[in-house]
């Protein structure tokens, strides 16, 4: 989907891959292993750092999970990369409906709503003020205690969605975030390499 969207994919599991990316997508799976992972890889801080840094960033489901400040329903010795403004609950959808589809309209995706899969996905249970809120659930008879639960949030380069927009072939999602790394690349790289001219 990446490649798809004109990025250049490549796996990351190690600070010095990490160092060698312009953007990062945490992808879905199940945050306490990948918060092991990333303790026992070295990876946890220097992350931290490139996130703080502006490094732009994508989390999914479980991406989301390890992207918030805070997370309810999670392990106690879960760690948290704090890269949004936002506190998550876990599992959230988990009693009433493990995985559903629907779609969504996003902030910034134009020419309709997207189609959502969600897996044992979590919601967004507060965000704060620099967090701008890109879609929530629709209200509907069926949605229950999910309506108007927030599911896709962006702050700064940081988007995150608690659905994973890989599995439906819509690229629309990747090409935005895929557009925000290579902004930010195309302007880093000017000085860098030292041509001075624009354009
Ligand atoms: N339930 C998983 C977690 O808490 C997330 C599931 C997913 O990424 N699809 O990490």
Redesign the pocket.
């Known amino acids: 989907m990446l490649e798809r969207a004109g990025a250049r994919a490549r796996p990351v599991r190690r600070v010095a891959e990490l160092a060698d990316v312009d953007g990062l997508v945490l992808?879905?799976?199940?945050?306490?292993?990948?918060s092991r992972l990333l303790a026992s890889f070295g990876l946890l801080d220097p992350l931290r750092e490139r996130i703080r840094d502006g490094l732009p960033v994508y989390g999914?489901?479980?991406?989301l999970?390890?992207l918030a400040r805070r997370v309810y329903d999670?392990r106690p010795d879960q760690h948290q990369l704090d890269g949004l403004d936002v506190v998550v609950r876990?599992?959230a959808f988990g009693r009433q409906v493990d995985s559903f589809e629907t779609d969504l309209d996003i902030r910034g995706i134009d020419d309709g709503p997207v189609h959502a899969v969600?897996?044992?996905?979590?919601w967004v249970e507060k965000a704060g003020a620099d967090v701008e809120v890109l879609a929530r659930i629709p209200d509907s008879a069926e949605a229950g205690a999910a309506a108007e639960r927030i599911v896709a949030v962006r702050q700064g380069r940081v988007f995150a969605t608690a659905f994973?927009p890989e599995l439906t072939g819509d690229g629309r999602l990747h090409r935005l975030f895929v557009r925000t790394v290579s902004e930010l690349a195309a302007d880093r790289e000017t000085p860098a390499v030292g041509e001075g001219t624009a354009g």
């Open positions: 992808p879905g799976g199940e945050s306490t292993t990948m999914s489901c479980a991406g999970v390890l999670g876990r599992n969600f897996i044992r996905a979590p994973h």
